[in-house]
């Protein structure tokens, strides 16, 4: 029993040791995409804008599923 106990502990420590490293590299990815908006260096249109963003919220969005419960049950078959 003891062991059970401890993998979930090592679960969640692992869980939260890597979601954050994951996160912050996440952010810090974000903030160099935002130095792209310094137009003194570089030059863009309103849809590239768009497509850039459009791109990575569809992405989370795909991401946030992956962690929603309904995402995690198996789906019946019926007639």
Same mark, same amino acid.
């Given at each position: 029993m003891a062991t059970s106990r401890t993998s979930k502990v090592d679960k969640k420590g692992n869980f939260k040791?890597? @979601?954050? @490293?994951r996160t912050n590299k996440l952010l810090d990815a974000l903030s160099l995409l935002g130095n792209l908006s310094n &137009?003194? #260096?570089y !030059? #863009?249109?309103?849809?590239?804008?768009?497509a850039i963003f459009n791109a990575i919220q !569809? !992405?989370?969005d795909?991401?946030?599923k992956r962690f929603s419960e309904e995402e995690h049950k198996k &789906? &019946?078959?019926r007639l």
């Open positions: 040791r890597i @979601a954050e @490293a &137009k003194s #260096y !030059e #863009y249109s309103q849809e590239q804008v768009d !569809e !992405e989370l795909n991401q946030r &789906k &019946k078959f």
